[in-house]
């Protein structure tokens, strides 16, 4: 059976040419005045007109009637079958299939169909739809053009009362949708009558909101269950634990108990990996770090005091405002503290004492967004105060690399899920500021004035392609960003490898020489020197040092202008005795 498409068409009605030529203007229409209609006028004089050396301008504005979409969907249920016959039973589906194909008219109508179907088919097969033409290599060179990003839609609060956008998550599946919790954490200072809701949105409709979450207290913090897209969990300003199944609309499905949630609002909720997915932990300022279930959350299934001295007290616990947890790493996890420092613990250990395992500080003020590297998970990313700083966990004492402090205040930070040396933050200013370690280090490769107000979270999507940034005054805005930075280039992983072994074995050299330096302070200390062992490195160098050093270099200074005077001198007597010889010379020829 062969396909065969005939088009029949006059080649007189297709490529005409269109002729054009010159000629003189002709008049069509003449219409005379009608003297009738000048009754109607009557004669102004004296005529005031007035005249400028500048044309007459006029300005008009026009806009467009907003349009508001709405998203909503169907269930599709298995249909077509008789009322007495329930599909979902095999026997009396069986039955009624063999009742209809013993029907005359079934066969008569498939042979008719066949042919058609036949049809269809063998066009699908002639020509394959979804070949792909031009397939884009998944590494590149390093593409020439500077990096960029451009904005694609902006999500405003539906409120009067304008909320700050606290967290954002992006749906696992897909990312066609983001969430986002709004709220106010500016202490006491929240208006009566303000909206407690959170909202999902679809990035291709920013008119209206696809689904509202209503919880009980303003969301802090909003996570979507990786594995399963339908779940989220909250985490509420008076320290609730919350969940929804947007399944069942906009109304939790459940939410802790008061007396066995956190104290101080939920900074951040992540998903456990787990068979059930389940299971979650929470951190707050409070000081503690719960374990959850979501079938169960009428009390923790565990809890951790981050205690420093390690002896389960809330009163010295650090209060935590980041959290961090990596897939392949189960038993660890780490928590950025109010205090500027990070705890690393392991979830594993007999005792609450160990759990704790060490901590890293370097920041003067809160720790906002902490996170590994995805691809070194034992690096991670930390953002407070007016830096972010990169860290390696052999080091204690120091990160490996830091940016330089920034005028404005850094309030959010994370790693590009598709480059390694690739991370993005954000200011109080409104700047978003991409940083390619590769390309620079001590400046941001794209710096980016998203608004006027101060960006407080930040949200990259799986593919690097998107990134959603949250404001001050409730304003999602999704931007996207260059391929080069969230194309992987070649040999990028190794360059990154390299560059993190070689701050860290830098840090390690700096560390020993401090250490080394330290330890005579203390054996001058006890000699009878009474100084302080650790006081800064500018007052650990001692005076001895400084005035041999100066020593020296007064030496050599000397050294050099005895050695100048010596040579002018000998080039003095050297003119001298030229000047001799040739008068001898003269008196000679006399």
């Given at each position: ?553 007064f030496e050599i200074i000397e050294a050099e202008r005895k050695k100048r005077e010596h040579e ?23």
């Amino acid at each position: 059976m062969e396909i065969v498409y005939v088009y029949t068409k006059k080649r007189s009605e297709f490529g005409r040419q269109c002729n054009f030529s010159d000629r003189p203007a002709e008049l069509h229409v003449d219409i005379i005045p009608d003297p009738i209609q000048a009754m109607n006028f009557i004669e102004r004089n004296p005529c005031d007109i007035t005249i400028q050396c500048s044309r007459d301008m006029s300005e008009h504005e026009i806009n467009t009637e907003r349009f508001q979409t709405e998203t909503r969907g169907i269930n599709h249920v298995e249909g077509g079958w008789p009322k007495d016959i329930n599909p979902q039973e095999m026997e009396q589906t069986i039955r009624y299939r063999k009742k209809v194909e013993k029907d005359e008219n079934y066969m008569s109508t498939m042979l008719q169909l066949g042919s058609l179907m036949e049809h269809c088919i063998k066009q699908n097969n002639a020509i394959n739809i979804y070949e792909e033409y031009f397939e884009e290599d998944d590494t590149v060179e390093g593409t020439e053009e500077p990096p960029s990003a451009k904005t694609i839609n902006i999500f405003r609060d539906p409120n009067t009362i304008k909320r700050t956008i606290t967290h954002l998550s992006w749906h696992p599946d897909g990312s066609r949708k983001l969430a986002a919790a709004y709220s106010c954490l500016e202490f006491q200072r929240a208006a009566k009558d303000m909206s407690f809701d959170s909202y999902i949105w679809d990035i291709e409709n920013p008119n209206k909101p696809e689904l509202t979450l209503k919880p009980a207290s303003p969301l802090v913090s909003l996570e979507y269950n990786p594995k399963d897209s339908h779940i989220l969990v909250g985490g509420c300003y008076n320290g609730q634990i919350v969940y929804w199944d947007t399944r069942k609309g906009s109304q939790p499905v459940e939410l802790s108990v008061v007396e066995h949630s956190h104290r101080d609002p939920v900074y951040k909720v992540i998903w456990l990996q787990s068979k059930t997915g389940t299971d979650c932990f929470s951190a707050s300022t409070d000081g503690q770090v719960l374990w959850w279930d979501i079938r169960k959350l009428s009390e923790p299934t565990e809890r951790l005091i981050l205690d420093p001295t390690k002896k389960g007290s809330l009163d010295n616990a650090l209060g935590a405002i980041s959290l961090e947890f990596e897939s392949t790493m189960p038993t660890k996890f780490m928590v950025g503290t109010e205090q500027g420092s990070v705890v690393s613990c392991n979830r594993k250990a007999k005792t609450p004492a160990e759990k704790i395992v060490c901590t890293y500080s370097g920041h003067h003020g809160p720790i906002y967004a902490l996170q590994r590297n995805p691809f070194f998970p034992k690096n991670f990313l930390t953002v407070g105060d007016w830096t972010a700083r990169i860290w390696s966990e052999d080091i204690k004492e120091s990160s490996i690399m830091w940016t330089k402090y920034h005028m404005s205040y850094l309030t959010d930070g994370c790693w590009s899920p598709m480059r390694p040396a690739v991370y993005f933050t954000t200011k109080m200013d409104g700047t978003l500021d991409a940083w390619d370690l590769l390309f620079k280090q001590n400046d941001p490769s794209l710096s980016l004035k998203v608004c006027d107000e101060a960006l407080y979270s930040l949200s990259v999507q799986d593919n690097g392609r998107f990134i959603a940034c949250g404001s001050h005054l409730g304003t999602a805005t999704l931007l996207e960003i260059s391929p080069g930075l969230y194309t992987q280039q070649r040999n990028e992983k190794a360059l990154t490898t390299s560059m993190f072994e070689r701050e860290a074995k830098r840090e390690k050299i700096l560390e020993a020489r401090h250490r080394e330096m330290r330890l005579k302070e203390r054996s001058k200390s006890e000699q009878g020197k009474e100084e302080d062992v650790k006081e800064p490195e500018s007052e650990i160098i001692s005076e001895d040092l400084i005035a041999q050093a100066e020593k020296d270099f007064f030496e050599i200074i000397e050294a050099e202008r005895k050695k100048r005077e010596h040579e002018e001198a000998k080039a003095l007597v050297d003119i001298n005795k030229k000047e001799m010889y040739e008068e001898n010379e003269d008196v000679k020829l006399k």
